[in-house]
C-alpha cells in the first residue's frame, strides 16, 4: 500500500498534525476573521484624516500575508510593502502596520520606536503583539501563540484586513472572507489526507514531484509570490532543494538545448490562471511546448476562486498540502525545524 495511504504511518510522522492543521485552512481564516482579539488605545480614532498612505513592515517569514494584501489594494488604495530592514525613512502622513507572528525581528521593533516618535497611527500583528505606550492612536491584533509562523498565514491575512477595517480604509470584508472560504472547502475534499492517492489532488502531484527539484515558475506577475512561497514549502516542510523563477524568455533554440540538458533531475512547475493577458506569456507557452516535444515532464497549476484573494489561497492551500505528502514520502515530518524557525 502507498505510505500516503497508511494512515497509521502519517500519524507516526505527522507528530505536529501539520496536514491537518493545512486542511483546516478554511475555518482559521473565518475564524481569525472573526473571532481575533483587537486592543485600541484610549484615543484610538478611525478617521485618519490626511493620512491616506498606508505602510505595511512586514517580518521576512510573515511577508506572504502582506503580499496577499498589496496584490488585492494596491490598485485602489496608497499601499505600500516592506521588509524592516529596507524602510530607510518615516512619512509623516502614514498609517503603519507592523506584521511580526513571532514578535522577535529588532529591526521591526527599533523601527516601531520611530514611528511612534512621529506619533503616526500604528496598527500592530503578532502573537507578542501590546499597544505601544505614547501612541494616541493604535491597536493591536494578537495572535495565538506557538504556531510555526508559515502556519499562521490564515491568521496574519485576516488580522490585516481587520485593521484595515478599523482604520476604515477599507469597508467590511466579510463578504471576500466567506468568498475565500466557501472556495477552499470546496477543494478540501480532493486534498485531505484521508482520500486515496487515485483520488487524491495532492497526493498524485507529490508522487510527480518526489524525487526531483521543483523549479516554479509564474507567468503573471501578481502570481510570483506564490512562486516563492510553494518553494518555501518544498525547502521547510519537504526538506528538499526547490528554486521559483519569474518569466523564462525561453524563445531560443540554444537556450532550450542549453536548459533541457540540464533538466533531468528538475521539474518545472508552472503556476498559472486560465485568463493570463500577460505579453510575455507567449514566451512561457513556447517553453512549455518545447518540453512537451523534448518528453521532459512538467507540472501546470491553475488558480480557482471567484475574486484574485481566493485565487491565491486555492495554490496556497494546495502547495502546502502538497509539501505535506512529499515529507511523508520521504518518511520526514514537515515540522520537525519548528525551533529552527521560531528562533
Not at 480614532?45 to 500575508?65: E, N
Not at 521547510?236 to 533554440?253: E, H, R, T, V
Not at 521539474?267 to 500577460?278: E, G, M, Q, T
Amino acid at each position: 500500500m502507498n505510505i500516503l495511504d497508511k494512515a497509521s504511518e502519517i500519524a507516526r510522522l505527522d507528530s505536529s498534525g501539520m496536514s491537518h492543521n493545512i486542511i483546516h485552512m478554511p475555518q482559521d481564516i473565518l475564524w481569525g476573521y472573526e473571532k481575533s482579539t483587537v486592543e485600541f488605545s484610549a484615543d484610538f480614532a478611525r478617521d485618519l484624516g490626511s493620512k491616506k498612505r498606508v505602510i505595511i513592515v512586514a517580518a521576512r517569514q510573515d511577508i506572504f500575508a502582506a503580499e496577499i494584501i498589496y496584490a488585492q489594494y494596491s490598485a485602489s488604495l496608497k499601499l505600500d510593502l516592506s521588509l524592516p530592514e529596507d524602510l530607510k525613512a518615516i512619512d509623516e502622513n502614514a498609517l503603519y502596520i507592523f506584521l511580526d507572528y513571532a514578535g522577535q525581528n529588532e529591526k521591526l521593533a527599533k523601527l516601531l520606536e520611530q514611528v511612534v516618535e512621529k506619533n503616526c497611527p500604528i496598527g500592530l500583528v503578532g502573537s507578542a503583539a501590546v499597544l505601544p505606550s505614547g501612541c494616541h492612536n493604535s491597536l493591536c491584533v494578537k495572535l495565538a501563540q506557538g504556531k510555526l509562523s508559515r502556519m499562521a498565514l490564515p491568521y496574519t491575512f485576516t488580522a490585516l484586513i481587520r485593521i484595515m477595517e478599523e482604520f476604515q480604509i477599507v469597508p467590511s470584508q466579510a463578504k471576500l472572507i466567506n468568498q475565500i472560504v466557501a472556495s477552499l472547502i470546496t477543494r478540501a475534499g480532493a486534498l485531505a489526507a484521508h482520500v486515496k492517492s487515485d483520488l487524491n489532488f495532492g497526493k498524485i502531484s507529490a508522487q510527480k514531484i518526489a524525487g526531483k527539484i521543483p523549479l516554479i515558475i509564474s507567468d503573471d506577475h501578481q502570481l510570483r509570490f506564490l512562486a516563492k512561497y510553494w518553494k518555501q514549502q518544498f525547502n521547510l516542510n519537504s526538506k528538499i532543494p526547490a528554486f521559483y523563477g519569474d518569466i523564462l524568455p525561453f524563445s531560443q533554440d540554444q537556450q532550450h538545448r542549453l536548459l533541457i540538458k540540464n533538466f533531468d533531475n528538475i521539474i518545472p512547475i508552472f503556476i498559472k490562471r486560465f485568463a493570463n493577458i500577460s505579453a510575455n506569456n507567449q514566451h512561457l507557452e513556447d517553453f512549455i511546448q518545447y518540453l512537451s516535444l523534448q518528453k521532459k515532464e512538467y507540472l501546470e497549476f491553475y488558480t480557482e476562486g471567484k475574486n484574485m484573494v481566493s485565487e491565491y489561497f486555492s495554490l496556497i492551500y494546495l502547495g502546502a498540502m502538497i509539501s505535506c505528502y512529499l515529507a511523508f514520502l520521504q518518511q520526514k515530518d514537515p515540522a520537525e525545524n519548528l525551533r529552527k524557525e521560531n528562533k
